[in-house]
């Protein structure tokens, strides 16, 4: 795509070294929303280009085809841009909408590894951000008992982390959360940085319990 002046010149304010997440919120602010611009930063194939496209897309003309075809552009990057562009999009423009909120709720079986990672950490982020939980919860642990143990790295770790959701704020389901992270023991031995909270599902739920009853 041969990119117009004005992207040539959104562009020239993006240094893939020096450029941070809220350098684009920033920028993403002064452009407002422009879909055609976004669909011309998106043509580059670069990550940084593709968060600040993602920022200023229309959600209003996100259809199932189109996200498809963002979908299969994104599996070119590698690993963690993957997986931080699909988050970028669940965040910033698939949960605001009813419409793009009921596809997401369509992926638990979707063929696209990506998009039922969504699935999960849409349902982990609604419980995170305090929402009254949706009735799906036993669903959601059967899935996880069943699914969690041979899924793809970047769905477990979704799965995880609405299974850690799940066992801190539903205190009803918390010894099988605990349960199931002690079966398959995902992330048991994985090393944590000083201050931050294990991924372990035993770990992580005891200590995020801890905080909130302080």
Not at 90 to 111: I, R, T
Not at 140 to 146: H, P
Request: charged share 30%; with cysteine.
């Amino acid at each position: 795509m041969k990119l117009s002046l004005k992207a040539e010149n959104i562009l020239g304010k993006i240094n893939s070294k020096t450029t941070k997440l809220g350098d684009l919120r920033t920028i993403a602010k002064e452009i407002n929303k422009d879909h055609n611009l976004a669909m011309e930063l998106w043509s580059t194939g670069d990550y940084l280009p593709r968060q600040l496209s993602i920022l200023i897309m229309d959600k209003k003309l996100l259809s199932r085809e189109f996200i498809d075809k963002l979908d299969k552009d994104i599996q070119k990057h590698k690993s963690e841009e993957q997986t931080q562009l699909i988050d970028w999009l669940m965040a910033n423009q698939f949960s605001k909408d009813k419409k793009l909120v009921a596809l997401m709720e369509s992926w638990e079986n979707s063929p696209s590894a990506l998009q039922r990672r969504i699935f999960w950490y849409y349902q982990g982020r609604l419980r995170w951000m305090g929402q009254a939980p949706p009735p799906n919860t036993e669903h959601l642990l059967a899935s996880v008992e069943a699914k969690m143990e041979s899924e793809k790295p970047e769905v477990q770790w979704a799965m995880n982390f609405t299974t850690a959701q799940i066992g801190v704020h539903q205190p009803e389901y918390r010894s099988r959360c605990i349960a199931i992270g002690k079966r398959i023991g995902l992330y048991k031995d994985e090393m944590v940085s000083r201050g931050c909270t294990p991924n372990y599902l035993p770990d992580y739920i005891s200590i995020e319990v801890a905080k909130r009853k302080k």
